[in-house]
Nanobody, 116 residues
């Protein structure tokens, strides 16, 4: 089992920045991928970014060049630096980890609201 705790959401004006963090605990030795998804009201959850172990990153086209995903091995954490935020980035952001046994775990979600 892997437990995830997210932090860092909030309200920001368009063009601003936020940093999301997700700390993992439990069976962290089995994690081989960490990432972020988001879900806007009335829409399906969508992929945002992911990072594998070892580090290989992948981004949704809508966030390329604006968002950066990174890992902190010492803290067993993954972060998402979000710059040049747009109103359409407003959503609940979910941390995700995948394990070598193909289990997927989700965080509780953190709200990001971008105002115009």
């Amino acid at each position: 089992q892997v437990q995830l705790v997210e932090s860092g959401g909030g309200l920001v004006q368009a063009g601003g920045s936020l940093r999301l963090s997700c700390a993992a605990s439990g069976s962290i030795f089995s994690i081989n991928i960490m990432g972020w998804y988001r879900q806007a009201p009335g829409k399906q959850r969508e992929f945002v970014a992911r990072i594998t172990i070892p580090d290989y990153t992948n981004y949704a086209d809508s966030v390329k060049g604006r968002f950066t995903i990174s890992r902190d091995n010492a803290k067993n954490a993954v972060s998402l630096q979000m710059n040049s935020l747009k109103v359409e980035d407003t959503a609940v952001y979910y941390c995700m980890v995948g394990t070598r046994s193909s289990n997927i775990y989700w965080g509780q979600g953190t709200q990001v609201t971008v105002s115009s």
